[in-house]
């Protein structure tokens, strides 16, 4: 049984040491998140031109028939 609860101690420490780490050290998770939402807007910046890029493509095949 000790060794049972020696194992939840043992946890417990490692969540309070990580807790402790991101307590102190929060900037660096707000730094990694705010680059995440900028990949993720750049990316829909880039779909968007190449959506419109389609589009365009697509009117100029059609002029190019009617010559």
């Known amino acids: 049984m000790e060794f049972v609860w020696s ?4 946890l417990g420490q490692a ?4 807790l ?13 998140a705010g680059g995440y939402v900028f990949y993720l ?3 829909s910046i880039h779909a968007r031109f190449d959506a419109l890029d389609k589009r365009i493509d697509e009117i100029r095949k059609r002029l190019a028939v009617e010559y």
């Open 41 to 43: 807007h750049d990316r």
């Open 20 to 32: 402790g780490y991101v307590e102190h050290h929060h900037w660096v998770f707000a730094f990694l």
């Open 15 to 18: 969540v309070e040491a990580v």
């Open 7 to 10: 194992i939840f101690t043992f």
